[in-house]
């Protein structure tokens, strides 16, 4: 088991329920091939996706795929901390995902001093943003934690619009985002825990304006967790309620469901900045 301690020096503040940073595994490897500035090829075969982040998007063969802005510097980037050299895989949930990539969290060692933790240092250039999953959530506040500077310095994609935090408030902007990755911000106008299912209104008509929602089966992972415990937790669900003029940050897929949606599985992608 590995614990992150002198390497990461900073938490991001305002993280619902961000889940402890600790990996597990020892696994000794050589990078032999960059795919993208979240995948890489080791020297035995193996892919490997950085799991906590996403890079901007190259085609890779995909048919009227359009490059996402940065995307050869983000590979370019990955290349340049990683390539050739000595590292070590780490996990922090599922380590094999549905395509037969391994999901590893990769260090790469320096002589004499701490390693370079990749997905961290790509955040920190401001080349990816902090990207979980219900099964893959460890060490998130560190990551966000290296977004956030990198945000607030404009560094790479946060001097491009094409990655703007979007407004809540804005439904024909997050309409035509439908099928993207996307931040969202915004004053939660109501909220209601009805049928085991989570919703979290940024407007008034819910039937148009935008909404974030929350599966019964993954209202269980915010309840086990400060701040959600405290709204979520009575039998009825009616604290909920009070979670009406709350600020948040969300992250996730822009879908469509009456007005534009974005469902969240974990607490990770909600934060109270």
């Not at 960059?34 to 020297?43: A, K, P």
């Not at 490997?48 to 370019?76: C, H, M, S, Y």
């Not at 491009?160 to 939660?188: M, T």
Request: glycine share 8%; aromatic share 10%; proline share 3%.
């Amino acid at each position: 088991m590995f614990l992150l301690s002198s390497l990461l020096l900073f938490c991001a503040a305002g993280v619902a329920g961000a889940s402890e940073c600790i990996l597990e595994g020892n696994d000794e490897v050589r990078v032999a091939d960059i795919v993208d500035g979240d995948t890489l090829l080791l020297d035995d075969g193996r892919e490997v996706r950085l799991t906590g982040i996403q890079a901007p998007k190259l085609p890779l063969g995909r048919a009227n795929f359009k490059t996402w802005p940065l995307a050869p510097e983000a590979r370019d980037a990955l290349a340049e901390i990683v390539m050739g050299k000595r590292a070590t895989l780490q996990y922090g949930g599922e380590n094999i995902d549905r395509h037969g990539r391994v999901l590893a969290h990769i260090f790469i060692e320096r002589a004499g001093t701490e390693p370079v933790w990749a997905q961290q240092e790509m955040l920190r250039r401001g080349l990816a943003r902090v990207y979980t999953f219900r099964d893959n959530r460890a060490c998130s506040e560190e990551l966000l934690a290296a977004e956030k500077s990198a945000r607030a310095e404009g560094l790479g994609i946060w001097n491009n619009d094409y990655y703007d935090i979007r407004n809540a408030v804005n439904i024909d902007e997050l309409s035509r985002l439908v099928g993207r990755f996307e931040l969202v911000e915004g004053k939660v106008v109501s909220a209601a825990l009805f049928r085991d299912r989570l919703y979290l209104n940024f407007g008034e008509d819910y039937r148009q304006d935008f909404t974030v929602t929350v599966t019964g089966r993954d209202v269980k992972l915010f309840k086990a967790e400060e701040p959600w415990t405290s709204f979520l937790d009575d039998a009825e669900g009616t604290n909920a309620s009070a979670l009406a003029g709350e600020y948040v940050r969300v992250r996730g897929w822009v879908d469509r469901y009456n007005g534009p949606e974005i469902e969240v599985t974990h607490p990770e992608q909600i934060e109270f900045p």
